[in-house]
């Protein structure tokens, strides 16, 4: 019965992997619902490091069903080298599913995603320039190509005629490019089609049916709160919905079947690409971040932006996800810090704000407001319980579950699946 959604609170990279892998090993069914190969979870277990791009976490548990939703928007050649990639350490990548309906990216909309950014110049996004944005784009302008389009030649050579027509006339008379053929398109996708249409299913119904028969579905989200489409920085957001309501429309899981929405919050906060940020660090206190935190790009090899904790956002993610638990991340990364700044509110225009400015306006004006923390110097790397943690770092995770709207239920002391202090169990009672 137990359908539980694993969202970001901030802006990404909280370390989703490793709580979706936790939770995982209990879950029959673990579902990828939304974006595409700009996502990237590190996850170690037994002391080997796994990048993930595009398959769901679940991969890498033996007896979970990993599923990629009808949300997803997929590039054909990244799945297949995770495959092999996996396959070749040893990961049994067989029970793969893939919805009928989710969204291929074709070469064309990685070059888009490129060049439009290049373009933009300094309006640019920052995109992961996996041509994920444009495969949106064409999703919501109907001139997508779908997995299952693959399976009828006819449908799919009239889809990539359609989807070409007015892709060339930006490409050839704003973009300076040569024009794309149909033919190479066809042939680029139809190489995949023998491969791909075992996995290929009705992924919204075999959930259903699983919960149906009481069994646990992990929905894991990629991106994060501030990403999101609808919910975040807009524009300086994902092209996808990140946060829990995406699940459903992400899955064909209605809203009437979700239990518990579990959001991944780090300790500090980072990001990645352009946008506000109002906690960013520019000074010794952001390397010092970056380096102890390990916060280069898993996806890009970007360095990250370190700011410190930010509580208007988990307050905003506690709302807009309907999150029910926080898991606490990267607790170790403060270790040594002598007093720690957190955010309680903003200045916005000389106001204080205890919630998120309305407008992208006064969140690009947001001040943050701290309150400091005592630190502490002790090694925590090996509590297991809440009491283990010193008493400082105690103080520290209580007050950040007094301001962000939800209960603390784990904390992350450092990256493997074991280190981890559990306060309340994340399954449902
Ligand atoms: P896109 O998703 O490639 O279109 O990029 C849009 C914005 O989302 C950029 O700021 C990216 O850096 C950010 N983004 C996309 N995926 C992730 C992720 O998995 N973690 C963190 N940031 C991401
Ligand atoms: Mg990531």
Redesign the pocket.
């Known amino acids: 019965m137990p359908a539980i959604v694993l969202v970001?609170a901030q802006?990404?990279?909280e370390g989703k992997g490793k709580a979706t892998d936790a939770l995982g090993a209990e879950a029959d069914y673990v579902v990828k619902f939304n974006?595409g190969n700009?996502?990237?979870h590190t996850v170690v277990v037994d002391g080997e490091k796994y990048a993930l791009h595009l398959l769901p976490s679940g991969i890498l548990t033996p007896g979970c069903t990993p599923v990629i939703g009808n949300g997803v928007v997929i590039d054909l050649a990244v799945l297949f080298e995770e495959i092999d990639g996996l396959t070749a350490r040893g990961i049994d990548c067989s029970k793969l599913l893939i919805s009928a309906n989710a969204h291929l990216i074709p070469s064309y909309n990685r070059t888009l995603?490129k060049t439009v950014e290049r373009f933009l110049g300094k309006r640019k996004?920052?995109?992961?320039?996996?041509g994920?944005?444009p495969t949106y784009a064409d999703k919501m302008s109907r001139v997508g190509i779908r997995v299952q389009d693959l399976f009828d030649e006819n449908i799919l050579r009239q889809k990539i005629e359609g989807a070409l027509d007015a892709k060339n006339h930006l490409l050839v008379k704003v973009f300076n490019r040569r024009a794309i053929t149909v033919d190479e398109v066809f042939e680029e996708l139809i190489a995949y089609a023998d491969r791909l249409r075992p996995m290929v299913t009705d992924t919204g119904k075999t959930l259903v049916d699983a919960l149906d028969r009481g069994e646990m579905v992990l929905f894991e989200g990629?991106?994060?709160t501030l990403?999101d489409v609808d919910h975040g920085n807009y524009p300086?957001?994902?092209?996808s919905n990140a946060t829990s309501g995406g699940a459903c429309t992400g899955s064909g899981v209605p809203p009437t079947r979700i239990d518990r929405v579990i959001a991944v919050a780090k300790a500090y906060a980072t990001?990645?690409?352009?946008?506000p940020f109002p906690t960013e660090l520019h000074d010794e206190w952001g390397d010092r971040l970056r380096n102890v935190g390990g916060e280069f790009?898993?996806?890009?090899g970007?360095p990250r932006r370190c700011g410190w904790y930010d509580a208007p956002i988990s307050r905003y993610a506690a709302r807009i996800n309907g999150v029910t638990d926080f898991v606490l991340t990267k607790l170790d990364v403060l270790t040594g810090i002598e007093r720690i700044p957190v955010c309680v509110a903003y200045e916005v225009d000389g106001e204080r704000h205890e919630e998120m400015p309305m407008t992208e306006t006064g969140f690009h004006h947001a001040k943050p407001i701290y309150e400091y923390f005592d630190g502490w110097t002790e090694d925590i790397s090996a509590a297991r319980t809440f009491d283990d943690l010193p008493k400082a770092a105690q103080v520290y995770v209580n007050a950040l579950e007094a301001i962000s709207g939800q209960r603390i239920s784990a904390v992350g002391v450092g990256p493997s699946r074991e280190q981890t202090v559990v306060r309340h169990s994340l399954l449902p009672e």
């Open positions: 970001g802006w990404g990279d974006g700009n996502a990237g995603d996004i920052g995109t992961t320039g996996r994920i944005g990629g991106q994060a990403l300086f957001v994902t092209s990001r990645v690409g352009e946008g790009g898993t996806t890009t970007r």
